[in-house]
């Protein structure tokens, strides 16, 4: 019975963070203007949010790249099985409630249904999340020296301090992850062996993925490069955003936007979708810019729109790609009986 309660906290916890940021979603939603925020979402127009689920499209292949350049051969069919496993990981993270790492595993699960192997496809994925953690932090950084440049007094602000707890996190997360990297498996090995030879084979070939995608320096430069490359192009969403409302802002302005709000989604990383957490951070940083607080929700209830109608399809597609998989299972059993 007390083994029970743990494992019902744990089912509950997401499902609690996920109820506790759509109150606080709402409540300042309807504290700043219901009608002012949705006004100006809305303001955006069909073919402008068609726009936007484009740029979505563009930016799920980018980071789809960013993760095969770690494990060649490059082909089209591999690029599609890798942009596709990462929408699955976005759709996931965004629109389920799970956290980001439910993401991760989902989206390896879903390369997996496309014929990748298990240890590549969570080994690749480990090292393709640690380039992107570090990609943040310099994009971070980078939004922090615009910010100084463009607003020199907003240093010593709550927002500010907000950012560098973001980068701690981050830092920490990739710092474990390379950590991982380098020692854990290895040392999971003997304690596989020890309770369960089966794992020990599976912890042995996600090592020695691993240890091969590092001995190529290149291959992580490029997946480096593309994931920088990725947070530059979110923040180019939200300049397109701003752009199709009628608030224009310099495209640096929107990197200084992008990197503080990225860098309070890392704080927030076990918030499923950081439900809330967003659209604060928009309320907040939007009047620092000159805009009223209101389009900064509308930004942020824009981008929470594209990624439900990029996750429908995304999804369902996932989901399909499962029932094939358990059917063809269930298939070869039935033969292999009869």
Known sequence: MSAAIPRRSARMGPIVAV?????????????????SIFDAALSVGWAGFALLCFYGLTNFMLLGFAWLALVPPYTVARAATFGWGRAVRDCVGDVLPFSQFG?????????????????MAFGSTIVDVTLEMVAQIVFIFSGLAILS???PDIGHTPMVKATAMGVAVALILATLFVAI?????AFLQPIARRLLPAA???AGGLDCTVNNIHAHPLRLAVGFGLHLLGW???A??????????????????????????CAARSAAVFIPAAIGVQEAGYAVVAPLFGLPAEIGIA???LKRAREAALAIPVLLSWQIAEGRTAFRRRETNWQGSS
């Open 19 to 35: 109820l506790t940021g759509i109150g606080a979603a709402a409540y300042l939603i309807f504290r700043v203007g219901f009608q």
């Open 103 to 119: 993401g991760m595993v989902i989206g390896g699960r879903a390369v997996i249904l496309r014929g990748v192997s298990g240890s």
């Open 149 to 151: 440049v463009q607003l």
């Open 181 to 185: 990297q380098r020692h854990g498996f």
């Open 200 to 202: 020990e084979a599976k």
């Open 232 to 234: 530059i192009s979110a």
């Open 236 to 261: 180019f969403g939200t300049w397109l955003a701003l752009l199709l409302i009628d608030h224009p802002l310099p495209f640096l302005s929107a990197i200084a936007i992008e990197s503080l709000l």
């Open 299 to 301: 930004i942020s209830l």
